[in-house]
């Protein structure tokens, strides 16, 4: 079993920056591929990036590219999502997940995550 717990959510102005982390303990070798998803109120949760283990693969959602970075410390098992020029539509509840993978490969379907962390971004 691997556990993810996020960190780094909070209130932030639109245009601000928040980070992100997400902390994996227990089998890290089966969190191989990760990514962060949000949900907003009555909405399904979608993808907003994902990495692969060699941290060299990323794919971004349309709606942050530019402006979100995700990044990951395989030695320290943590996964970060940088954020920047916020907007209030980014406000969510923000998930970390993750999925082995032996391919190197930023696409997966998420088999653990977080409990979430929630943004929110004042207009």
């Known amino acids: 079993q691997v556990q993810l717990v996020e960190s780094g959510g909070g209130l932030v102005q639109a245009g601000g920056s928040l980070r992100l982390s997400c902390a994996a303990s227990g089998r890290t070798s089966s969190a191989s591929v990760m990514g962060w998803f949000r949900q907003a109120p009555g909405k399904e949760r979608v993808i907003v990036a994902t990495?692969?283990?060699?941290?060299?693969?990323?794919y971004y959602a349309d709606s942050v590219k530019g402006r979100f970075t995700i990044s990951r410390d395989n030695a320290k098992n943590t996964l970060y999502l940088q954020m920047n020029s916020l907007k209030p539509e980014d406000a969510a509840v923000y998930y970390c997940?993750?999925?082995?993978?032996?391919?190197?490969?930023?696409?997966?379907?998420?088999?653990?995550w977080g409990q979430g962390t929630q943004v929110t971004v004042s207009s």
């Open positions: 990495i692969s283990w060699s941290g060299t693969m990323t």
């Open positions: 997940a993750a999925a082995p993978d032996n391919t190197d490969s930023p696409f997966f379907s998420p088999r653990y």
